[in-house]
């Protein structure tokens, strides 16, 4: 045993590494052969490929046909369907449109409150074919209801299915629904699918305005086979700008729920890509595998009362499930772990078994280890982003070989903390050296009892370290590293996965984060890996396996048909001044950009009045162009009125030509006491006045198919003057026949997050 002890060990770990991953999700698929009455991914695939042959936007042909198929399909069901029409404004991002959400209801046999399905059938504007985001949920539904119903079972709940509308361009069918509609105030909780991304496990999420105990008790109880979910998670996203439908339900109604999103893949989100072949069968698995004991659960369960006052600390152990604890015992958990830390040291001290000078040198590499991992990572992506400036265009932060990156980082953070530790290995015991990784546990979960309870699951690790310590203290045995090994399982099932998700939800530029919880799981199993006659060929085998790792990534950086390139072109034609432009996010013209930008495009944007796109991204390159024959909107005012301290104002653009989106912009700061959009009011909960800064966005309004113009009624301080600019869009550059363009070449796509592909008029209007 001792002569392989070193062999098992490695075993061990390296298998429950691989068993973190691949226990997430499920690995069979359902086909058809199945019974009638369970899930199969195979039907609902068939959905799929129907409702993503093309790019379903508000506004589009498509959009229409894929409403009218989900219709159809629901129908057969034997459900009756309604379409809600209803123009809805969202404050947040001051975006509107006439949403038309596709609705019906499976009646319960009580009269209590109702369990809702939820997901979004528009794709993203305005080349994204939405297979993922969210076709993935649309079909998951539908083929749930299916089996559902086969059952013939008759659930307690009501069960309402909403398909909403005009998610992508503010969470609006989910603000028409609960704020317009009769059956949001009988909604006990939401169910909600989403994605961003193509592939990976499916990440529970919870929303609620209270706290987490009663709706973790009852997710567990549902029994998902493959729940992955943790406080931390749930923590970290409450405290991050992010939004799906159900932020709606919690926010303007009260009513919580579970999102169910995955994102790995994300660099097919809102692009071409995020297409019916790209999306992961397995992630469909996963899907489902919520979907079928939460829906079968909960349309029993009582939904009167989830709301509760406390939260609970909980995390997925795989073959386990969930686990969970009050937050309250994270402190105590702290306090008695801190005890316990300071029992052994003093114990270990006193008996001479742990050495003061040895105990304070193991700071020495788990710090440097730290550092310099640290350093490595941060700068080392930094360099790699200036060898291949081809990354920065893949405004999603994570390039297509990302998963190359995140597996060279951890090689060479390994590497390091090997190579470091190795010259202590043999002059200092390893009961003295794990005595600084667990010091700084213990101040991660002291700050974590303070700042982010959520995570107050990394007690585990910490309580790992205290009985590997007290196993070095009290054992005779001079070889532990089998024993150790097996007793590291539970905190590589937790704490392994989160290496990789964070750089993959969060970018590559989280890669940093990723090698300082390689650092601190390290300087755990010290006690292992000092165990280990050839540790110092391990090192270099990392090293050499970081080295072959970055060469791969690096050969994989191209573009090609599964990796396309992102780039953008619109045309801007200044109706005032008469002058026109094309221009580009992109940094540098390609093949294509080069037949609009020429080889000596200008710098930067065409005047200081455009709006930047979602992460900020900002015209960066135009060039002066002819003036094509474009058809202006009218524009009329209908009122202007001052009445006691208010100037009352009607404004009425009607488009002449096939639009998608007018864009208001206010040139100087302005005070709105009310601001009305096709009859809607933008909401305002304080009752306070909107108020907006020189060249911001007012509104941007997108064009459904029955919308004939944009209205928009206001009163602002009458002695204000107010000024707008508007940006009147239509996505059909390459349809126009003012423009001979040759299209992309078959490794290009249209750049997500921004406009693209449009013909732009802008028109100033002055009202003073």
Request: some cysteine; aromatic content about 12%; proline content about 4%.
């Amino acid at each position: 045993m001792k002569k392989y002890a070193s062999a098992i060990s490695f075993i061990i770990i390296t298998t429950i590494i691989y068993l973190s991953f691949s226990s997430l999700m499920p690995k069979e698929k359902s086909d058809t052969t199945i019974p009638l009455n369970e899930f199969s991914s195979d039907r609902a695939l068939v959905h799929l490929k129907e409702i993503t042959q093309k790019p379903h936007f508000v506004g589009t042909t498509a959009h229409k046909k894929v409403q009218e198929y989900i219709v159809s399909e629901l129908e057969k069901l034997g459900l009756t369907t309604e379409i809600q029409e209803q123009v809805a404004l969202n404050k947040k991002w001051r975006a509107g449109t006439n949403t038309q959400n596709i609705i019906a209801k499976i009646k319960g046999t009580d009269n209590s409150k109702a369990l809702l399905l939820l997901t979004h059938y528009d794709s993203a504007v305005h080349s994204s074919l939405g297979a993922s985001d969210a076709g993935s949920g649309v079909v998951t539904i539908l083929e749930g209801l299916r089996a559902f119903m086969t059952t013939h079972k008759a659930p307690k709940n009501d069960i309402i299915i909403l398909i909403s509308d005009a998610e992508e361009l503010g969470l609006l069918g989910a603000n028409a629904f609960v704020n317009h509609h009769p059956w949001a105030k009988d909604v006990g909780l939401v169910l909600n699918f989403e994605a961003r991304g193509s592939g990976g496990p499916s990440y529970m999420l919870m929303e609620t305005n209270g706290g987490n105990k009663k709706l973790i008790e009852q997710f567990a109880k549902a029994k998902p086979k493959y729940p992955v979910a943790s406080s931390l998670m749930y923590s970290i996203y409450k405290m991050l700008p992010n939004d799906t439908d159900l932020t709606v339900f919690r926010e303007d109604g009260n009513i919580q729920g579970y999102n169910f999103a995955f994102i790995d893949d994300h660099f097919d989100y809102h692009t071409e890509q995020d297409s019916y072949e790209r999306l992961d069968r397995n992630t469909l698995e996963h899907q489902a595998s919520y979907l079928i004991p939460l829906l079968n659960y909960f349309a029993d369960a009582d939904l009167t009362n989830l709301n509760s006052d406390s939260d609970n600390v909980y995390f997925n152990m795989p073959y386990m499930g969930m686990i969970y604890y009050p937050f309250s015992w994270v402190l105590p958990m702290i306090i008695i772990f801190s005890f316990v830390f300071l029992g052994l040291l003093i114990f270990g001290i006193s008996k001479k078994k742990l050495i003061l000078t040895q105990l304070f040198k193991g700071f020495i590499p788990f710090i440097f280890s730290l550092l310099i991992s640290g350093f490595f990572t941060f700068f080392g992506w930094k360099l790699i982003l200036k060898i291949h400036p081809q990354y920065q265009d893949i405004l999603h932060g994570f390039t297509y070989n990302g998963h190359w990156y995140i597996a060279s980082f951890s090689a060479l953070t390994l590497a390091i903390c090997i190579i470091i530790y190795n010259r202590y290995f043999k002059k200092i015991e390893a009961k003295n050296l794990i005595i600084a990784p667990l010091f700084i546990w213990i101040i991660i979960n002291i700050t974590i009892s303070i700042y982010l309870k959520g995570a107050g699951y990394f007690i585990i690790a910490g309580i790992y370290g205290i009985i590997a310590l007290a196993l070095l203290l009290f054992s005779k045995k001079e070889h532990q590293s089998v024993l150790l090994s097996v007793l590291s399982i539970p905190v590589l099932f937790i704490f392994v996965p989160l290496i990789q998700m964070f750089p993959i939800g969060l970018g590559l530029k989280m890669l940093v984060v990723s090698s300082i919880f390689i650092v601190l799981l390290f300087g755990l199993l010290v006690p292992i890996f000092s165990s280990y006659k050839n540790i110092k060929k391990l090192g270099r085998l990392f090293l050499a396996l970081s080295l072959l790792l970055f060469i791969s990534a690096a050969f994989k950086s191209g573009y090609s048909i599964e990796q396309k390139q992102p780039n953008s072109i619109i045309y801007v034609l200044d109706a005032d001044k008469n002058e026109a432009y094309w221009a580009s996010y992109n940094k540098k013209t390609d093949e294509f950009t080069n037949q609009f930008l020429g080889d000596t495009p200008t710098a930067g944007g065409f005047d200081n009045s455009t709006t930047a796109s979602k992460y900020g991204t900002k015209i960066k390159l135009h060039k002066k162009t002819e003036v094509k024959t474009i058809i202006q909107p009218q524009i009329e005012i209908s009122k202007d009125t001052i009445i006691d301290a208010f100037r009352h104002i009607d404004l009425k653009i009607t488009p002449q030509r096939k639009i998608n989106r007018i864009e208001l912009l206010s040139t100087n700061a302005l005070s709105f006491k009310t601001f009305i959009v096709n009859g809607e009011s933008l909401p305002n909960r304080n009752d306070s006045e909107f108020v907006f800064k020189t060249n911001s966005q007012v509104l941007s309004y997108y064009f459904a198919n029955n919308d004939a113009y944009l209205s928009i009624r206001f009163s602002i301080p009458k002695e204000q003057n107010p000024s707008f600019i508007i940006y009147e869009t239509s996505y059909d550059l390459f349809e126009s026949m003012a423009f001979d363009i040759t299209p992309r070449t078959e490794t290009m796509m249209p750049m997500p997050f921004i406009i693209n592909d449009a013909i732009i008029v802008k028109k100033q209007i002055n009202l003073d």
